[in-house]
């Protein structure tokens, strides 16, 4: 039931662009995006709610393909506060989330 | 004001001890959560209630159990606690299921 990542990890230079993908094996309810930096709390980026509701952050953009079971997160012009591990938490049925294994992001100057 | 708090944050503990780590928001929310991290990052939810309801019971151990006084506080109790028992375990809270959650900052079981 655990939502697939990809990629694992990802190293970009400050201004590049980066997509992280999450697929799903079932139909999903919708998907949550959450960003951790290391030794703090998950932080919420973004949700999308089948058909079309998105509720999120400024800088950050999402896509839910509920067809194909899949969410990818879009950071454009990353900047140094990027870094961390960025985590899609997928809702099946029954209200509760299960989250992937986790994207780490580094941003470089 | 925090939104969403833990304590201890730090917990060093032997084998076979009992403890508790307690939860308290702030943020007028319905639904609160356990959630464990270990050592790998992977973050799996243990425990959710909504209005003092539980309405998620992960496969957890029997020697979990998670107590609501009320809407804004969400405890877990731990009994005869094992190695395998040593991860940050996290609170968070929503208006409800399908919204953001805002997490706790965590705290550190280390069980020797």
């Known amino acids: 039931q655990q939502p697939v990542q990809s990629p694992q990890a990802v190293i970009l230079r400050e201004g590049e662009d980066a997509v992280i993908n999450c697929s799903s094996s079932k139909a999903l309810y919708s998907v949550h995006w959450y960003r951790q930096k290391h030794g703090e709390a998950p932080v919420f980026l973004m949700i999308?709610?089948?058909?079309?509701e998105q509720k999120g952050h400024d800088k950050i953009s999402a896509s839910f393909n509920e067809k194909k079971q899949q969410s990818s997160l879009y950071l454009t012009a990353s900047q140094l506060s990027y870094s961390g591990t960025y985590f899609c938490?997928?809702?099946?049925?029954?209200?509760?989330?299960?989250f992937g294994a986790g994207t780490i992001l580094r941003v470089k100057s | 004001d925090t939104a969403v708090s833990q304590t201890p944050k730090y917990l060093v503990t032997q084998m076979g001890n009992d403890k508790s780590i307690k939860c308290e928001q702030n943020l007028g929310h319905d639904t609160m959560y356990w959630y464990k991290q270990d050592s790998k990052k992977f973050l799996k939810i243990m425990f959710s209630y909504n209005n003092k309801e539980l309405i998620i019971n992960e496969t957890v151990p029997n020697r979990f159990s998670p107590k609501s006084p009320d809407k804004a506080h969400l405890n877990l109790h731990i009994n005869s606690l094992e190695l395998g028992d040593s991860a940050v375990y996290f609170c968070?809270?929503?208006?409800?299921?399908?919204?953001?959650?805002?997490f706790g900052p965590g705290t550190r079981l280390t069980v020797t």
């Open positions: 938490g997928t809702e099946i049925r029954g209200n509760k989330l299960v």
């Open positions: 968070a809270s929503s208006r409800g299921p399908r919204y953001e959650q805002y």
């Open positions: 999308l709610l089948k058909g079309g």
